[in-house]
């Protein structure tokens, strides 16, 4: 079965309350491949969690179509998982039960669901911590939950949008290895929106870099870096070329970005 | 840092214990200043009781007068009310958020009866239904599902748009939206409704008993005041302050647990 992924002219404007358009997308186009690992990245701003939420299908695009294997697609589709970027668990739910929210609505056994969700608790090293609830962990913990509740439903399809944004670089490194592990493991497509180009480069097979708004796909960059990789890898000289080059493109647009934001 | 520990919990104990301690201490203080007017002379005793005298006169309310029994009748009261604002309140909430025309045209009303002295009503209450339960009932039930429709229909408001972007992303339905992530998440909003609910239920509920000398404390307050037993009439009073402050506690506690930090 395939799961791939492709974006065709996606655009999107928005409104504000008084009146002032806002392009936040340019017609962009993305395709990924089966079982890829794909990054985006772009200064903040530049309209990254719009194409996320526009590719689940939590928003419609104004032009363009969202390809999901070869069938384009509107609204969420079941082969599509999404881990966001603000707090998302459930805060009245223990982690293990977090986890198996979806195994519930699906009307799966509780002894079954418990299981099968305590293994993707396991899977980011959560174990322990099954009946913690979100408010009694740290907020990379509470990270983990979410991507592990995304993880149990088993989606052909990963997409997350900054999962890892709001936490500091020692935390975020361990939990790139982790998810290196399990995405060796489940072998599943996936697009990761992050601001962090050490992460971009030392997890995906290709890093698509974008321009600040309206933001649009400038270039992708394949990452010819040996697999299976763990964080040691980020001391070599390659991974430095891959930063420099990914820096190099990115820091015109963040300097835009940045211009922008002075005169707003 | 070992031996600054001990300083911090001392520290500590004061934060949690300090205030309560002032604040009784403030108490205590202002019921000796009264005891003393009033012993002097200072104070007319036909209109404030001695606290001593009033506190003594709690034991004789119990036996004599049924206080403890003039308490079960308000509580059922209370509870029944709140039940039923509960039954009226948490739809209407739930109707004023659903339906957004409706929200927008009713909200403010409800908003400016919450701030109104409903207990104003009772007289029509009393014409219609008359000198019963169902009077001071209804009058608790109609100041209790106000709160509880305004909070319920602001936590639903309030549900996190990232929680329901969730339930998009599995492919909830909108009944397994509502059930599985707006219900438990409005939750301890909406219970803040219904702790205020049972709080108004509660006050007017003793406030019409007093007005027409009928049902449990309320009524009891009334008695001591036709019979000019001051002292009686305040240690009734006190009474159902104290009564006021543990349910304030409770519901306060309950309200904690459901929303943990
Ligand atoms: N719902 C919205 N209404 C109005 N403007 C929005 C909305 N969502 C995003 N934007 C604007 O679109 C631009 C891109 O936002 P976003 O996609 O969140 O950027 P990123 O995730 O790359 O930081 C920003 O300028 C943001 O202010
Ligand atoms: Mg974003």
Same mark, same amino acid.
């Given at each position: 079965m395939t799961?791939?992924?492709?974006?065709?002219?996606?655009?999107?404007? =928005?409104?504000?309350?008084? $009146?002032?358009?806002?392009?936040?997308?340019?017609?962009?186009?993305l395709g990924v491949k089966q079982g890829e690992f794909l990054s985006i990245i772009g200064p903040s701003g530049c309209g990254k969690s719009t194409l996320f939420n526009i590719i689940g299908g939590m928003i419609p695009p104004d032009s363009g179509e969202v390809i999901v294997n070869g069938v384009s697609v509107s609204g969420p %589709?079941?082969?599509? $998982?999404?881990?966001?970027?603000?707090?998302? &668990? =459930?805060?009245? @739910?223990?982690?293990?039960?977090?986890?198996?929210?979806?195994?519930?609505?699906?009307?799966?056994?509780?002894?079954?669901?418990?299981?099968?969700?305590? %293994?993707?608790?396991?899977?980011?090293?959560? &174990? $322990? =911590?099954e009946h913690h609830f979100p408010h009694q962990l740290s907020g990379g913990m509470r990270q983990r939950t979410a991507i592990a509740r995304t993880l149990a439903s088993e989606p052909r399809i990963l997409l997350m949008d900054e999962p890892f944004g709001a936490l500091d670089e020692q935390t975020r490194l361990l939990l790139?290895?982790?998810?290196?592990?399990?995405?060796?493991?489940?072998?599943?497509?996936?697009?990761?929106?992050? %601001?962090?180009?050490?992460?971009?480069?030392?997890?995906?097979? @290709?890093?698509?870099?974008?321009?600040? @708004?309206?933001?649009?796909?400038?270039?992708?960059?394949?990452?010819?870096?040996?697999?299976?990789?763990?964080?040691?890898?980020?001391?070599?000289?390659?991974?430095?070329a891959y930063v420099g080059q990914i820096w190099e493109d990115l820091r015109t647009e963040a300097d835009r970005g940045m211009k922008a934001v002075g005169e707003a | 840092m070992t031996h600054a520990e001990p300083h911090q919990k001392q520290r500590l104990a004061f934060v949690l214990w300090g205030p309560r301690t002032a604040g009784l201490l403030v108490l205590l203080f202002l019921g000796l200043i009264l005891e003393v007017l009033v012993a002097s002379g200072i104070a007319d005793p036909s209109i404030v009781a001695a606290p001593s005298e009033m506190l003594m006169s709690l034991e004789r309310l119990f036996t004599k007068d049924n206080l403890g029994a003039a308490f079960l009748i308000t509580l059922a009261q209370a509870l029944s009310a709140t039940l039923l604002a509960m039954l009226i309140g948490l739809p209407l909430g739930w109707t004023l958020f659903r339906y957004e025309v409706l929200g927008r045209a009713y909200r403010g009303w409800l908003a400016a009866m919450f701030a109104a002295p409903l207990v104003l009503l009772y007289p029509l209450f009393l014409v219609i239904i008359g000198r019963n339960y169902g009077t001071t009932i209804t009058m608790g039930v109609i100041t209790g599902s106000i709160p509880v429709a305004l909070y319920t229909c602001e936590a639903l408001h309030k549900v996190s748009p990232t929680l329901l972007k969730v339930g998009a992303a599995f492919n909830l339905t909108a009944k397994q939206t509502f059930t599985l992530i707006q219900v438990p998440a409005?939750?301890?909003?909406?219970?803040?409704?219904?702790?205020?609910?049972?709080?108004?239920?509660l006050v007017n509920i003793i406030g019409i008993e007093f007005l027409i000398d009928f049902g449990g404390l309320g009524r009891v307050v009334s008695t001591m005041f036709f019979r000019y037993d001051i002292p009686g009439m305040y240690a009734a009073i006190f009474f159902i302050i104290l009564i006021s402050l543990l349910f304030l506690t409770v519901l306060k506690k309950v309200e904690r647990w459901l929303r943990p930090v």
């Open positions: 799961a791939t992924l492709e974006v065709r002219n996606v655009s999107k404007t =928005f409104e504000s309350d008084n $009146g002032d358009r806002i392009q936040a997308l340019a017609p962009a186009n %589709h079941k082969d599509i $998982g999404m881990v966001f970027q603000e707090e998302s &668990t =459930f805060p009245w @739910r223990t982690v293990l039960d977090n986890v198996a929210f979806s195994l519930e609505v699906a009307g799966m056994e509780k002894k079954e669901r418990l299981e099968k969700a305590r %293994h993707f608790v396991e899977l980011v090293g959560l &174990t $322990g =911590f790139g290895d982790k998810l290196l592990k399990i995405c060796d493991a489940l072998k599943q497509t996936t697009m990761l929106i992050t %601001h962090n180009i050490t992460e971009a480069v030392q997890l995906s097979d @290709r890093v698509a870099v974008m321009s600040y @708004r309206p933001g649009t796909i400038m270039r992708t960059i394949d990452i010819e870096l040996p697999r299976p990789r763990d964080s040691e890898l980020i001391s070599t000289d390659k991974f430095a | 409005a939750v301890p909003d909406a219970f803040t409704g219904i702790r205020l609910g049972l709080i108004y239920a």
